[in-house]
Nanobody, 121 residues
């Protein structure tokens, strides 16, 4: 089993910045794609950003240019730098990771518990 531990959420004023971190621990042989998702009350969970093991990145149109996803493979950690935050960014943010176990030819996907980001106007 793999655990994802998130940190960095909180309350910030519009225009401010926040940096989210998510560290994977447990039985990990290979770490694949890692990403950030968010879900606001009454809305579907949506992809915010994803980064591959080769550092290729993809962003949702709503955050493109403001958010930056990165990873530290040595620490099995993914980050989300959020700048120029808007009230509409308010949501529960979840990290996700795809992992592979030693001697096991399948990928597992894990989710964090979610961390609250609230942006006040």
């Amino acid at each position: 089993q793999v655990q994802l531990v998130e940190s960095g959420g909180g309350l910030v004023q519009a225009g401010g910045s926040l940096r989210l971190s998510c560290a994977a621990s447990g039985r990990v042989f290979n770490m694949g794609d890692m990403g950030w998702y968010r879900q606001a009350p009454g809305k579907q969970r949506e992809l915010v950003a994803v980064i591959t093991s080769g550092d290729s990145t993809t962003y949702a149109d709503s955050v493109n240019g403001r958010f930056t996803i990165s990873r530290d493979n040595a620490e099995n950690t993914v980050y989300l730098q959020m700048n120029s935050l808007k009230p509409e960014d308010t949501s529960l943010y979840y990290c996700s990771a795809k992992t592979q176990r030693l001697h096991w030819p399948f990928w597992d996907q894990y989710w964090g518990q979610g961390t609250q980001v609230t942006v006040s106007s």
